[in-house]
């Protein structure tokens, strides 16, 4: 089965810190995306970041940044300088390619809280 | 600006109700996805669909069924509420996991059901 694991359900950072948060997913796909997704205190659920296990180099958006390690199946993401606005539940997310019809597989979830 | 829209934020609703949630996309997307949220179990799937009048059980459908009549929006039911069915029901939708310019799941805001 394909499981995705964040082994941190609560973090917490002082503003303008650096904070990474972990995600682990096991798979026997060598094709898939990976992402993350941030979800404040309002709901919406909305994309981080996406990274294509094909290729080497690692996603970056602003802040944000991941550390893609395929052969180990470890997908973290940095937060650099974070923010107040930083604080929400954060989800790490997998899908196979090649005939996948799309299902996101997720962890459980990482409540990070950013405090002044 | 592209959205997945959900027709309540709230309801409450009584034990024995037959319950709508209603989940519209404008994105011309084929995957649309019915989730649960609760604490410490993260987002479960219930249902989902990748065309019109085609639908998939997802992990939990006990008690729920879905409806897709239109390629834009995706209805769950629950026919006879309980009180174990109080949660968040988030919405979301995709491309297929083979389109070139898959980018994961948009989300609706969510619906924070009650059944008393």
């Known amino acids: 089965a394909q499981t995705v694991t964040q082994s941190q359900p609560e973090m917490s950072v002082q503003e303008a810190e650096t904070v990474t948060l972990s995600c682990t997913y096991d798979t026997s796909e060598s094709n898939y995306y990976l992402f993350w997704y941030k979800q404040p205190p309002s709901r919406q659920m909305i994309l981080v970041i996406r990274?294509?296990?094909?290729?080497?180099q690692n996603a970056t958006e602003n802040r944000f940044s991941v550390n893609f390690q395929k052969a180990a199946k470890s997908f973290s993401l940095k937060i650099s300088d974070s923010q107040l606005g930083d604080t929400a539940m954060y989800f790490c997310?997998?899908?196979?390619?090649?005939?996948?019809?799309?299902?996101?597989?997720f962890g459980k979830g990482t409540k990070l809280s950013v405090k002044p | 600006d592209v959205k997945v829209t959900q027709s309540s934020r709230y309801l409450v609703k009584r034990t024995g109700e037959k319950v709508f949630l209603e989940c519209v996309q404008d994105?011309?997307?084929?995957?649309m996805f019915w989730y649960r949220q609760d604490p410490g179990l993260g987002l479960r799937l219930i249902y989902f669909s990748y065309d019109v009048k085609m639908k998939e059980k997802g992990d939990i459908p006990e008690g729920y069924s879905v409806s897709r009549e239109k390629k834009e929006r995706f209805s769950l039911i629950l026919e006879s509420a309980s009180t174990n069915q109080t949660s968040m029901y988030l919405c979301?939708?995709?491309?297929?996991?083979?389109?070139?310019?898959?980018?994961?799941?948009?989300f609706g805001s969510g619906t924070r059901l009650t059944v008393v």
């Open positions: 979301a939708s995709s491309l297929l996991g083979t389109d070139v310019n898959y980018y994961g799941y948009t």
């Open positions: 994105m011309d997307h084929e995957n």
């Open positions: 990274q294509e296990a094909y290729k080497q």
């Open positions: 997310a997998f899908t196979p390619l090649g005939g996948s019809q799309g299902n996101l597989i």
